[in-house]
C-alpha cells in the first residue's frame, strides 16, 4: 500500500482477512486506505457486525467471486481452444493459436495484473509482480503456452487457497451472527422490539423460547435450560432461573425468561470473546515473526539471482566464445526463479495454521489471546494448579454430620444452622444450606458472634455453641472427647465445627470445598502427554493441602502461600523445570498468571479479570479442556514446522532445477501457488477437533 499521510502504521492479516490500521483522527485517511485496497480487486468493509450482516457486502463478494470463476473457466477454455488449433489447424492458423492463448493470459491475468500495478505505484515486489513479469517475460520469448498456462494454474490456485482461507475466516461471521441484532425489551409494561445496540443496562428484557439471549443479564422471572455453547463450548443446556447470568448468543430452549440487562451491545461477554479472538488472529506468533523476518530478505536475494542468471552466463559465454547457451535459454529459466521467488506458501503457513487453531479452541470453549501462546502450550513441562476454585469447586459444602452419644444427626444439623443462620461466613452459609428448609428451626436467643471462634446462642432453653475446636474447648468441651473425630476430618481436608450444648459436645460437623470431580482424571491425561509435572498452590493449610492434592491426583504442592508466594513458587518451578503454567480463578491468582509463562484462567464466562489478565481462559471451567488445549498446541506447532518445511524444501529444488535449466514455468508455478494451497489445507487440519 501506498504511503498515506497520517497514517502510522497498516497491518494485514491475510489469513484472517483483517487489516488494522492506525491512523492520526486529524486527517482520518479511511477512505483512502479503502479506495487503494479495492484498486486491487479486494473487498473491503468495516470489521463489526452489522457489515457483516449487510445484504450488499454479501453480494458484492459473491460478484468478485463469480468474476473470478468465470474468468478462469474462460482462460482454460481459451487454452484448450489455442491447444487444438496450435495441433489441428493449418500453419495460417497458428497466429489465431497465439491469439487465443493471448486471450487466456489476459482473462485469468487480469486480476493478477492489476494488483501488480498497484504493488509496483507502492514500491513493493509481491507475488503479482513476479508473476506478471513472468508471464510477459514469457509472450516476449514466444512461450505462448508457457505464459498462459502459468496464469490459469496460478488463478485456479488462488481461487482454491481463497475458498479455503475463507473457511477459517467464516468462524468469526458465525459468532457475530449469534447475537439477535433486535431485543424485545418491557416499556411501560409493554413488549417492544427494539435494536439490541439501544438498550441500556438495567432495561428488562423478554427472552421467549427459542430465541437467542440479544445482551448480558441477570433473569429476574422466569425459568429455563439455556444452551451456552456458543460462550462455553458445553452441548448441554443449564438451566436458569431467577437471580443467575444469562449471555448474549446463549440460546433459551424452553421456558420464558425475564432478564434486567447488565452490559450493553458493545460490552457483553460474545463480544469480548469475538474481540479477542480477532485481535488474536491478528497477532504474530514468535514463528511467524521469524518467517517475515526471513522472507524480507530472501525475495530480493532470489530477484537478484534471476537477474544474474539472464545476464551473467550468456554474456559470459560471448565473451569467452563457449557454447553455454542464449539469452533466451538463460532468460527462460530467470522467469522461473521469478515465479519460484515469491515466499508465499512460506509466509503463509504459519498464520494459517494458527488461525485454523485459534478457531477451534474458540468452539472448544477456550479462549485464545493470540499464537504466542499457542506456542508457549507447546513448550510447557509444568502446570501450577491454584487449589480454590480451580481444582475445587469455590463453594463449601457439608461433607460429613457426627451425632455423639448417639444423639440425631438431623438435629445436630438443624442446630447448628439456626445458629449460623445469622452469620455471612461461607461456612456459616454452607451449614445452612446443608439444613434446607422446613427441618423445624427452633428460635435462638441471647445470640453472640465470637469472631475468629463460632457463635452462640440459646435454643429451646437450652445454650449451644458452634465453632472451630478450639472454641469448642473454651465452651466446655473436652478436647479428648472429640480428638479422635476432629483429627480424621482435618486428616481427609475437613474444616471441623462442634456444636457444644451446655458445656457437651454433641455433634461434630465437616465442611469442605469439594474437589472438581473433573480434577484427577484431567490431572491424569495432562500428564500423560509432554507434561511431566502437576503442582498445586495454595493458602490453605498443610494437612487440607495434602487432602485436596491427594484427591485431585497431583503429587507435588505447596501450602500456605499468599500471592506474592505463589509467584516466587511459580519461579522456583520455572527454574527446577522449564517453561510453566498457571492454572488459576484470574483474581487473587493474577500476579501468579502473570509470572508464569502462560496463564490459563479458570471462570472466564462473565468474569472481566479472568479475560484480561490470562493468556488463555477456560469458558466452561472444564480441568478436561486442560490436556486437549495442550495437544493443540502441540499439534500446531508440529504443522507449522511441517509446513515450512514443505515450503522451504519445495522452493529450494525447483530453484536448483531452474538453475540447471530442468524446471518449467509449470514446475514453478506448483512450487508456488501449488504448495500455498498444500500448507493452506494442512493447517486447516486444526479445525478438525481430536477424537
Same mark, same amino acid.
Given at each position: 500500500m501506498e504511503q498515506i499521510a497520517g497514517v502510522v502504521r497498516a497491518d494485514v492479516n491475510f489469513a484472517s482477512g483483517v487489516m488494522v490500521l492506525e491512523y492520526d483522527p486529524a486527517t482520518d485517511p479511511r477512505s483512502r486506505a479503502v479506495a487503494i485496497v479495492r484498486s486491487t480487486g479486494h473487498g473491503v468493509e468495516p470489521l463489526g457486525r452489522p457489515p457483516a450482516a449487510s445484504p450488499d457486502s454479501e453480494a458484492d463478494s459473491r460478484a468478485r467471486w463469480n468474476a473470478h470463476e468465470v474468468a478462469t473457466t474462460a482462460a482454460g477454455v481459451l487454452i484448450a481452444l489455442a491447444w487444438l488449433l496450435g495441433r489441428t489447424g493449418p500453419e495460417s492458423a497458428q497466429w489465431a493459436s497465439?491469439?487465443?492463448?493471448?486471450?487466456?493470459?489476459?482473462?485469468?491475468?487480469?486480476?493478477?495484473?492489476?494488483?501488480?500495478?498497484?504493488?509496483?505505484?507502492?514500491?513493493?515486489?509481491?507475488?503479482?509482480? &513476479?508473476?506478471?513479469?513472468? %508471464?510477459? @517475460?514469457?509472450?516476449?520469448?514466444? /512461450?505462448?503456452?508457457?505464459?498462459?498456462?502459468? +496464469?490459469f494454474l496460478f488463478s485456479i490456485g488462488g481461487m482454491l487457497e481463497s475458498r479455503s482461507l475463507a473457511r477459517t475466516r467464516r468462524s468469526i461471521r458465525d459468532l457475530m451472527d449469534l447475537s439477535p441484532q433486535v431485543a424485545r425489551v418491557l416499556r411501560a409494561d409493554v413488549e417492544a422490539e427494539i435494536p439490541a445496540d439501544e438498550v441500556v443496562p438495567g432495561e428488562t428484557m423478554v427472552v421467549r423460547p427459542g430465541e437467542r439471549v440479544? &445482551?448480558?443479564?441477570?433473569? %429476574?422471572? @422466569?425459568?429455563?435450560?439455556?444452551? /451456552?455453547?456458543?460462550?462455553?463450548?458445553?452441548? +448441554?443446556?443449564?438451566?436458569k432461573s431467577a437471580g443467575d447470568a444469562v449471555f448474549a448468543g446463549s440460546l433459551n430452549t424452553s421456558g420464558r425468561l425475564e432478564v434486567t440487562v447488565t452490559a450493553a451491545a458493545p460490552d457483553s461477554t460474545l463480544a469480548r470473546i469475538i474481540f479477542m479472538v480477532e485481535e488474536a488472529q491478528s497477532a504474530k506468533a514468535p514463528s511467524q515473526q521469524l518467517v517475515d523476518r526471513f522472507s524480507r530478505y530472501y525475495t530480493p536475494a532470489v530477484v537478484v539471482l534471476a537477474v544474474l542468471i539472464a545476464l551473467v552466463p550468456p554474456a559470459a559465454g560471448a565473451l569467452l566464445g563457449q557454447a553455454w547457451g542464449g539469452f533466451g535459454e538463460w532468460f527462460y529459466r530467470a522467469l522461473v526463479m521469478l515465479v519460484v521467488s515469491c515466499p508465499c506458501a512460506l509466509v503463509i503457513s504459519t498464520p494459517v495454521s494458527i488461525v485454523s487453531a485459534i478457531t477451534r479452541a474458540t468452539r472448544d470453549g477456550v479462549l485464545v489471546k493470540g499464537g504466542v501462546h499457542l506456542e508457549s502450550a507447546a513448550r510447557i513441562r509444568a502446570v501450577a494448579f491454584d487449589k480454590t476454585g480451580t481444582l475445587t469447586c469455590g463453594t463449601p459444602e457439608v461433607t460429613d454430620v457426627i451425632a455423639l452419644d448417639d444423639g440425631d444427626t438431623a438435629r445436630v444439623l438443624n442446630v447448628a444452622a439456626e445458629l449460623e443462620a445469622h452469620s455471612n461466613h461461607p461456612i456459616a452459609r454452607a451449614v445452612v444450606r446443608a439444613a434446607g428448609t422446613g427441618n423445624g428451626r427452633l428460635a435462638v436467643s441471647e445470640y453472640e458472634d465470637v469472631p475468629g471462634g463460632g457463635v452462640r446462642g440459646v435454643v429451646g432453653g437450652v445454650r449451644y455453641a458452634v465453632?472451630?475446636?478450639?472454641?469448642?474447648?473454651?465452651?466446655?468441651a473436652a478436647a479428648a472427647g472429640i480428638a479422635p473425630d476432629v483429627e480424621r476430618l482435618e486428616n481427609h481436608g475437613r474444616t471441623v465445627l462442634v456444636l457444644v450444648e451446655d458445656g457437651r459436645p454433641t455433634g461434630i460437623i465437616g465442611v469442605a470445598d469439594q474437589v472438581r470431580p473433573e480434577a484427577r482424571p484431567a490431572v491424569a491425561e495432562l500428564l500423560r502427554g509432554t507434561i511431566g509435572h502437576a503442582v498445586m498452590l495454595t493458602g490453605d493449610n498443610e494437612r487440607t493441602a495434602a487432602a485436596v492434592a491427594e484427591q485431585a491426583g497431583v503429587a507435588e504442592y505447596r501450602a500456605r502461600l499468599l500471592p506474592h508466594g505463589k509467584v516466587d513458587a511459580v519461579n522456583r518451578l520455572q527454574e527446577r523445570y522449564g517453561p510453566v503454567a498457571m492454572v488459576g480463578d484470574g483474581i487473587n491468582d493474577a500476579p501468579a498468571l502473570a509470572a508464569s509463562d502462560l496463564g490459563i484462567a479458570m471462570g472466564a464466562a462473565g468474569s472481566d479479570t479472568a479475560l484480561e489478565t490470562a493468556d488463555v481462559a477456560l469458558m466452561s471451567d472444564d480441568l478436561n479442556q486442560l490436556a486437549r488445549f495442550f495437544d493443540l498446541g502441540r499439534r500446531t506447532v508440529a504443522i507449522i514446522r511441517q509446513n515450512v518445511a514443505v515450503s522451504v524444501l519445495v522452493k529450494f529444488a525447483v530453484l536448483i532445477l531452474a538453475m540447471t535449466g530442468t524446471a518449467t514455468l509449470w514446475m514453478a508455478v506448483f512450487a508456488d501457488t501449488g504448495v500455498s494451497l498444500l500448507v493452506t489445507l494442512n493447517g486447516m487440519r486444526l479445525l478438525a477437533r481430536r477424537a
Open positions: 497465439v491469439a487465443a492463448y493471448a486471450a487466456a493470459i489476459v482473462s485469468g491475468g487480469w486480476l493478477v495484473f492489476r494488483r501488480a500495478i498497484a504493488s509496483v505505484r507502492s514500491r513493493s515486489m509481491d507475488m503479482n509482480v &513476479l508473476m506478471t513479469v513472468a %508471464v510477459l @517475460g514469457a509472450a516476449g520469448i514466444g /512461450e505462448w503456452a508457457e505464459g498462459a498456462a502459468v +496464469v440479544a &445482551l448480558d443479564g441477570t433473569v %429476574v422471572a @422466569g425459568s429455563s435450560a439455556v444452551d /451456552e455453547s456458543p460462550i462455553t463450548g458445553e452441548s +448441554v443446556p443449564v438451566d465453632g472451630n475446636p478450639a472454641f469448642a474447648v473454651s465452651a466446655g
